[in-house]
């Protein structure tokens, strides 16, 4: 699959630096992998749920939540926002 874009994991990573090994070795797993579905995507992240339209990725033990538009008739993950869990709570992403 194709991720649009790595420079929001960098930017969040540079604000949380200890998020970077986590986000990208998501984006490697991601990136090496075509889903044919969700439950196949579902196998390899045991912890993505769907909200509405959006995936959401826990990250590095819960500590982190990644939203996501996950089109797999094109294998291509929009990142929407990468956030704390506290911020994740807080909703904002919603709008």
Known sequence: MKIISNSSLRAFAADQPQAEAPLQGWRRVIEKNRFANW???????????????LAVFDIGGNKYRLIAYVRLEKQIVYIKAVLTHRDYDNGAWKS
């Open 39 to 53: 439950a196949e995507l579902k196998a390899a992240f045991n912890t993505v749920d769907k909200v509405r339209e």
